[in-house]
C-alpha cells in the first residue's frame, strides 16, 4: 500500500480559496490514479475530485466543477486539489486516496488521515 498525507486544510471565509496537497509515499505513485473525498458531519463520505496516473483525464462531482482543480506531480510524489469560490457547504473532512479515480470509495485500497476545512459564512 501507499501512505497518504493531507495538508493545506483551514479556516476559510465564504469566497475564498485553498489549496490541498496530499503526499505520498511507499508504492510508486505514478502508477495509480488517485482522488479527493470529503466526509461532512453526519454525511456519508462523497467523491470529489479523481485523476488518472497521468494527470488527464480528471473527474469532478458537480457541485465541485468549475470551482475545484485537481492536479498530481509525479516528480514530487503528490496531488493537489485547489479550491476556489469556496462555499460553507464545502464544509468537510478532506481525504486524499489512491489506486482508483473512481467516485466510489470501495475502490480505493490506501486513505489519507484526512484535513479538515471549514467555510464560514
Known amino acids: 500500500q501507499v501512505q497518504l498525507v493531507e495538508s493545506g486544510g483551514g479556516l476559510v471565509q465564504a469566497g475564498g480559496s485553498l489549496r490541498l496537497t496530499c503526499a505520498a509515499s511507499?508504492?510508486?505513485?505514478?502508477?495509480?490514479?488517485m482522488g479527493w473525498f470529503r466526509q461532512a458531519p453526519g454525511k456519508e463520505r462523497e467523491f470529489v475530485a479523481g485523476?488518472?496516473?497521468?494527470?488527464?483525464?480528471?473527474y469532478y462531482a458537480d457541485s465541485v466543477k468549475g470551482r475545484f482543480t485537481i492536479s498530481r506531480d509525479n516528480a514530487k510524489n503528490t496531488m493537489d486539489l485547489q479550491m476556489n469560490s469556496l462555499k460553507p457547504e464545502d464544509t468537510a473532512v478532506y481525504y486524499c486516496?489512491?489506486?482508483?479515480?473512481?467516485?466510489?470509495?470501495?475502490?480505493?485500497?490506501?486513505w489519507g488521515q484526512g484535513t479538515q476545512v471549514t467555510v464560514s459564512s
Open positions: 485523476i488518472s496516473w497521468s494527470g488527464i483525464p480528471t
Open positions: 511507499g508504492r510508486t505513485f505514478s502508477h495509480y490514479p
Open positions: 486516496a489512491a489506486n482508483s479515480n473512481s467516485p466510489a470509495p470501495y475502490e480505493y485500497d490506501s
